[in-house]
């Protein structure tokens, strides 16, 4: 019977797991603060469910990532001090995000973000931990179709350039 069998809680975290834990925190607490400022610029209403879902999910992996670490006796990263409330009517034309913009830099972060957990659970020697991250992946593909299917129905996508017409194949 070895450290790394039993119950996985009772298993020790190595160092690579403690870090990853306590920036994936403290970048979801930027990811909070940020989401918070581009709900205020937003302006369409299905860009805003979208950002919801972002808050939403960034708070439980605040939250779960912190009482790992907590219970593990690691410090969690500080969070952020809250944004005051703001209405649209009050950010000058020159500051306002458009909801292109918000849509593109939602979508930029989450496809960032599936990245981290997929080198998380690569990293995990614990269950437990890679099967957090796998759930977090999950939510946010998710999250990030919805960005996708959004920016299609509203015109804001700019795809890269496209193979209209494809080259004819030699025969050799």
């Not at 219970?71 to 409330?85: C, D, H, K, T």
């Not at 990293?123 to 890679?130: C, F, Q, S, V, Y």
Request: charged fraction near 25%.
């Amino acid at each position: 019977m070895g450290i790394f069998s039993g119950n996985q809680k009772d298993e020790p975290l190595h160092y690579g797991e403690i870090y990853d834990l306590w920036q994936f925190s403290m970048t979801g607490k930027g990811c909070l603060s940020a989401t918070r400022a581009y709900h205020y610029h937003a302006e369409d209403k299905d860009l805003k469910k979208i950002l919801d879902d972002i808050i939403n999910q960034a708070e439980l992996e605040i939250s779960e990532c912190d009482t790992i670490l907590i219970n593990n006796g690691i410090v969690p990263s500080p969070a952020l001090p809250e944004r005051p409330e703001t209405k649209l009517e009050d950010i000058p034309d020159g500051v306002k995000f458009s909801d292109q913009e918000i849509a593109a830099m939602v979508g930029a972060d989450t496809s960032l973000s599936l990245i981290a957990c997929s080198q998380i659970m690569g990293k995990a020697t614990r269950e437990d931990i890679g099967a957090l991250f796998a759930k977090y992946h999950v939510t946010k593909a998710a999250i990030g179709l919805k960005i996708l299917k959004v920016s299609k129905e509203k015109g804001w996508l700019v795809p890269p350039p496209l193979q209209i017409k494809r080259p004819e194949l030699v025969e050799v």
